[in-house]
């Protein structure tokens, strides 16, 4: 299937989801006013995906900041992955989080702790 | 003298202010914010993680008045935006505070009330369970999440919020909300 590229701006992240590749990856800033209108693109995808996943998905998030209005959105796309995990497919979520940002690293345990699928805590050391 | 909004920030440092702003809160005067204070925080050298704490708090200040303000009384004496609010950002002696103001509707007062009356008295280890049951178990609204963004502030910056209404007539009051963010 086509891949998902979304290009970052300021305010919302760079997507990239791409099967051919093997590249699952949410970097930047999510903030925006609107998340829900942000997300539903790569939500839909991951409808799609989900009818024929690859045999390992491994879904990199580098998130610098995000607002509560997204952490519901990725919370959708994580719903989704687990399912891909629940259909007998391998799924693996690395969470990055910047050294000293504990905010960071608690909100990916946050996820970690609702969503059964695996998850690596990687620091970024400067 | 009629009301403005500004009357309930009156005991705190406007002129020396790192971000002051009454009006629409738009997503232009957003970005504009974000931008200053980020520019700001970057210049001072404040420490990463107290950076990073500001600028969360921040974006959930002006997303919260972006989203839940109320409409300003027919009766108010100024202009009328659909998302009138006040933002005042200020150093303090250990960190920042940031304080917003806008009007509710008196209808509202008593549920916006009990949410941060059950914040207040929550340890941070509650606050940190009760963040993760509404993102886990509410559905998002067309407003956002309903009253995450104060939970977030709460958990951030580990302290009370401190807030208060002021009656402007029967169907509407102003309200302020401070968050402390400090460095410790």
């Known amino acids: 299937m086509e891949p998902i590229i979304i290009e970052g701006t ?33 939500n839909e995808w991951l409808d799609n995906y989900m009818q024929g996943p690859l045999d390992k998905t491994v879904v990199n998030i580098r998130l ?52 059964k699928v695996p998850f690596k805590m990687i620091e970024i050391v400067e | 003298m009629s009301f403005d909004l500004e009357n309930l920030v009156s005991d705190l440092d406007i002129r020396g202010a790192i971000l002051y702003f009454k009006g629409n809160v738009d997503s232009e005067v957003i970005n504009k914010a974000l931008d200053s204070v980020e520019g700001k925080l970057l210049t001072s050298r404040e420490n990463p993680r107290l950076r990073k704490k500001v600028y969360n708090v921040l974006v959930e200040s002006l997303q919260n008045l972006y989203h839940h303000a109320d409409l300003v009384p027919k009766s108010y004496h100024a202009a009328k935006p ?78 009370r919020l401190d807030y208060r209404f002021k009656k402007y007539d029967n169907l509407h009051s102003a309200f302020r909300i401070s968050a402390v963010i400090s460095n410790e």
């Open chain 1, 64 to 115: 610098e900041y995000f607002n509560t209005s997204s952490s519901k959105c990725i919370l959708d796309v994580f719903k989704r992955l687990e399912a891909i995990h629940r259909s007998k497919h391998d799924v693996e979520i690395n969470w990055f989080y910047e050294e000293d940002d504990e905010d960071m690293l608690e909100a990916g345990e946050d996820y970690d702790s609702i969503i």
């Open chain 2, 82 to 159: 659909d998302r009138f609010g006040l933002i005042i950002m200020e150093k303090t002696g250990k960190g920042y505070r940031i304080t917003t103001c806008n009007f509710v509707m008196a209808l509202r007062i008593k549920e916006l009330e009990e949410k941060l009356t059950r914040i207040n008295s929550s340890t941070q280890e509650e606050i940190k369970e009760l963040y993760k049951d509404i993102l886990n178990h509410q559905e998002i609204t067309e407003k956002g999440l309903g009253g995450l963004g104060l939970i977030d502030m709460a958990r951030k910056t580990g302290h």
């Open chain 1, 10 to 42: 300021p305010k919302t992240p760079s997507i990239k989801f791409d099967e051919k590749d093997g590249i699952f990856e949410i970097k930047g800033r999510s903030i925006p006013e609107n998340s829900v209108e942000f997300y539903k693109p790569l």
